[in-house]
């Protein structure tokens, strides 16, 4: 089990839906990060926050936004996906605020989205 | 992009053998850690390595690290059939907040 809670685990949206994912850690770390991984692929990083504030967004398409309501939470909000926006979508934290890599990311299981 | 590569793509071996895994990547960087991945799950730390580092173990793990040639080299020895998954390498710059993955190997050790 992982200490990184994901919801949902499965989602399927049409192009025209609004949806959130959602993203739970209790261990009291600073960094925040949403990635995306297609199949057979690395994670793509999308958004970092650190302190609760938005410190990367890797140049991300607007119909993708995030929010970070407090320490423990993350939120990514989904409007109006394309069927090339399907995929695993990972949550991670690490223990360092202004990340520099030196300590480990923590991941969720990921929500396995699926646009139609 | 500055996301590492990895060879080779996809690694096959009995169990009990070793397995060898190589990253190489693009820019000055912090540290580099190692993930796994099972299919269809969250990654996993496995180990990092830091800049001012060589080498680094970890149980049946071994990481390398070659900063001139910006690679790095991740052993398993003695694998078992439970270490089926893809690895990936991850570097972290100086820059901070930025985390990027290389292209992953996938292994599967046949009992």
Same mark, same amino acid.
């Given at each position: ?6 919801? !949902? ?33 690395? !994670? ?21 936004? !995030?929010?970070? !309501? ?47 | 992009?500055?996301?590492?590569e990895e060879d080779p793509q ?11 895994m190589n ?21 996993? &730390?496995?180990?990092? @390595? ?6 680094? &173990?970890? #149980? ?15 052993? @398993? ?18 820059? #901070? ?6 292209? #992953?190997t ?6």
């Open positions: 089990d992982t200490e990184v809670t994901q919801t !949902p685990k499965h989602l399927v949206m049409g192009m025209t839906n609004k949806k959130s994912l959602k993203c739970e850690q209790h261990m009291g770390h600073r960094a925040m990060y949403w990635y995306k991984q297609k199949a057979k692929k690395p !994670p793509e990083l999308m958004f970092v926050y650190s302190y609760e504030k938005l410190s990367i967004n890797e140049s991300v398409p607007s119909r993708f936004s !995030p929010e970070c !309501p407090n320490s423990s939470l993350l939120n990514l909000h989904l409007h109006a996906l394309q069927p090339e926006d399907s995929a695993l979508y990972l949550c991670a934290s690490s223990q360092d605020g202004v990340f520099r890599g030196d300590s480990p990311l923590h991941f969720g299981n990921g929500t396995r989205l699926t646009v139609t | 992009s500055q996301q590492g996809a690694l096959s071996i009995q169990e009990g053998e070793n397995a060898t990253c190489s990547y693009k820019t000055s960087i912090n540290n580099l850690q190692w993930y796994r991945q099972n299919s269809g799950r969250g990654l996993v &730390h496995l180990i990092l @390595i830091r800049s001012n580092e060589r080498e680094k &173990h970890s #149980g049946r793990l071994r990481v390398t690290l070659d900063t001139s040639k910006k690679s790095s080299s991740l052993l @398993i020895t003695a694998s078992r059939a439970a270490d089926t998954a893809s690895y990936f390498c991850a570097t972290g710059t100086n820059t #901070g907040n930025q985390f990027y993955f290389g292209t #992953g996938s292994l599967t050790v046949i009992p």
